[in-house]
Each structure stands twice: as structure tokens, then as C-alpha cells.
């Protein structure tokens, strides 16, 4: 039987993967329209934050899960706009600025891309942060 401390922190890294992926889907383009995608930018460094604290949590497995989950979430949430209304828009007469055509391709690869440099990080920097009881 597993340790309660071990469901906590699954849980506490499923929980923050899945609001990672829906609050950075809902925040990317912010600025993207005025060429300065300040939302796009804290949303990465959000993830990135996260999936280190995952990695702290966990280890790579953790980083893992946190890296699966907050992906599948921001692209299920990409996959499911209609015809009328959309949450990832790729494309369209409205957007004009270099940020606004291509933050959404840069939000759903961005989001892998960064949790595999922060898999690579040392593993000293995760064991620094680390609450050996």
C-alpha cells in the first residue's frame, strides 16, 4: 500500500497539470494581438516553474506526469472549438501581428519544449529544493 505522502504528491502533480494547461490555454495570447505576447511569455514560465516543482516532488516520473497531463490538457482544449467559436486560433483575417498568427503554434509546442529542458535541468538543482524528512 502506498504512502500517503506519495498520493499527495501525484495528486498535488496531477491537479497543478491540468490548471497549468487550462489557465495557460485560456492566457497565452494575451498581447499577441499588439505584437508583445507578454501572456505567452508568463504561461511558459508558469509551466516551467510547475514542472520543476514536479520534478522536486517526484523526480523525473513526476516531471513526466506533469509534462503528459498539461500537454493533453491545452491541446484537448486546441481540439475542441467549433466553427463559431475557438479557445487556440491558428489562424484568420483578424490576426495581423507576427504574435498573433503564430502564439498558438508556439503555446502547444512551447508547453513540451519546456518540460523537456526542465527534464534535462541537474539533478542537483531539484535535490536543493528538496524536503528530505
Known amino acids: 500500500m502506498p504512502s500517503q505522502s506519495i498520493i499527495r504528491d ?3 502533480t496531477v491537479i497543478s497539470a491540468l490548471v497549468i494547461g487550462i489557465v495557460g490555454t485560456f492566457t497565452y495570447r494575451l498581447g ?4 508583445v505576447p507578454y501572456g ?3 504561461s511558459l514560465l508558469i509551466v516551467a516553474f510547475f514542472a520543476f516543482l ?8 513526476h516531471e513526466l506526469l ?5 500537454s493533453c490538457a491545452a ?15 491558428t489562424g ?16 502547444l509546442y512551447g508547453i513540451i ?11 542537483k538543482w531539484l535535490r536543493a529544493f528538496r524536503d528530505d524528512e
Not at 66 to 70: F, L, Q, S
Open 10 to 12: 501525484v495528486l498535488c
Open 32 to 35: 499577441a494581438a499588439y505584437n
Open 40 to 42: 505567452l511569455v508568463l
Open 54 to 61: 514536479a520534478g522536486v516532488r517526484g523526480g523525473i516520473w
Open 66 to 70: 506533469h509534462a503528459v497531463i498539461a
Open 75 to 89: 491541446w484537448y482544449l486546441a481540439l475542441q472549438g467549433s466553427i463559431t467559436s475557438t479557445l487556440v486560433v
Open 92 to 107: 484568420g483575417a483578424a490576426l495581423t501581428t507576427f504574435w498573433s498568427i503564430n502564439a498558438a503554434y508556439i503555446w
Open 113 to 123: 519544449f519546456v518540460h523537456v529542458v526542465v527534464a534535462f535541468l541537474p539533478s
